[in-house]
């Protein structure tokens, strides 16, 4: 078993999301360290499974390993989460460190980012004593002060609250702190906008290393250019200095537009380099599906 892993959480169709993220991410990983790559999931079709598996083979990255998993079983004990827009599938990363306590370290990522380069270096980022490494909420990083009191509890400065979508964690210390029962207790009561996200700031807080923008780089260039540059120019210019060498793209918006999959032209380099991999995996999932006899066509 590798000392570190990558995990994504996916359900449903956001597995075509997930596939694209992973096949970036294994054609950038240049260390010669083992890498377990574990997708929890629930429910995907055993064709589904088997060809994700193939994706390491398929970039030559012979130090790369990918597994799948059923969800977390205590996560059948959350009987009260309801959250239209964010699926319960959003918190089984909460249970992820106690399901694979055997690793180190576990950097979540998740399945609406593209990979930009080599992402084996955040496993050393997160300072000795913490329990995780995480990149600021552009939003609310850009936007304090005020304090959006409507979505989020009083947080003393919105500079330390991070974005979910990658995470570094200390397994053993992660481990220590937060047992699953706990964990369930409080996902149960989350009545957050964003739940998994701002629980995971309220019980680590003081506890979390702040990496740079660029290992989850969050907005798009009209962001930057016509909020962020009016809202603060000092925090638009760190975060346009460090698009320069963005490793991980999230695209995180709730609107399709601001998506590669939600508009037909391609706005810059990170849509161009997610329709390569979308179509590098459909063209080799294609062939694989009917090399097995998989198709019904």
């Given at each position: 078993?590798?000392k ?6 996916v359900?449903?169709?956001h597995?075509l ?8 991410l294994?054609d ?16 995907e ?13 398929f ?7 990918l ?25 089984w990363r ?10 180190e ?12 380069a ?6 050393s980022?997160?300072?000795p ?25 009083d ?6 609250y ?25 996902a ?5 906008q ?13 506890k979390?290393?702040l990496l740079?923008?660029?290992?989850n780089f ?16 000092a925090?638009?210019a760190?975060m346009?200095?460090?698009?320069q060498?963005?490793v991980?793209r999230?695209?995180?918006?709730n ?7 939600g ?8 849509e ?7 179509s590098?995996t ?7 599906t009917?090399r097995?006899?998989?198709n019904?066509?």
């Amino acid at each position: 078993m590798a000392k570190n892993a990558v995990v994504y959480t996916v359900s449903g169709p956001h597995i075509l999301l997930c596939a694209t993220s992973i096949a970036s991410l294994i054609d950038h990983y240049q260390s010669e360290a083992s890498l377990d790559i574990l997708v929890v999931t629930e429910g995907e079709l055993d064709a589904d499974v088997a060809l994700l598996r193939e994706l390491p083979d398929f970039y030559q990255k012979p130090q790369v390993h990918l597994f799948v998993w059923q969800k977390p079983p205590i996560t059948s004990e959350l009987k009260h989460y309801d959250n239209a827009r964010f699926g319960q599938v959003t918190l089984w990363r909460l249970f992820v460190p106690a399901y694979f306590p055997n690793y180190e370290q576990l950097l979540m990522i998740d399945n609406d980012t593209i990979i930009m380069a080599d992402i084996s270096p955040l496993f050393s980022l997160n300072r000795p004593g913490n329990v995780m490494a995480a990149v600021p909420d552009f939003y609310y990083y850009t936007l304090n002060p005020p304090v959006d009191q409507n979505v989020l509890p009083d947080f003393s400065s919105m500079k330390a609250y991070f974005n979910s979508g990658v995470l570094v964690i200390n397994v053993a210390l992660y481990n220590e702190l937060f047992k699953p029962e706990m964990l369930v207790e409080r996902a149960d009561q989350a009545n957050y906008q964003y739940p998994d996200q701002t629980l995971l700031n309220l019980l680590t807080a003081g506890k979390v290393t702040l990496l740079p923008f660029r290992y989850n780089f969050q907005k798009d260039d009209d962001w930057l250019t016509h909020w962020a540059e009016q809202t603060d120019p000092a925090v638009a210019a760190d975060m346009t200095a460090e698009r320069q060498h963005v490793v991980i793209r999230h695209f995180l918006s709730n609107l399709y537009g601001y998506r590669p999959w939600g508009h037909l032209a391609v706005m810059d380099e990170f849509e161009a380099a997610f329709w390569q991999y979308f179509s590098q995996t459909r063209e080799f999932f294609t062939t694989e599906t009917k090399r097995r006899g998989l198709n019904h066509y």
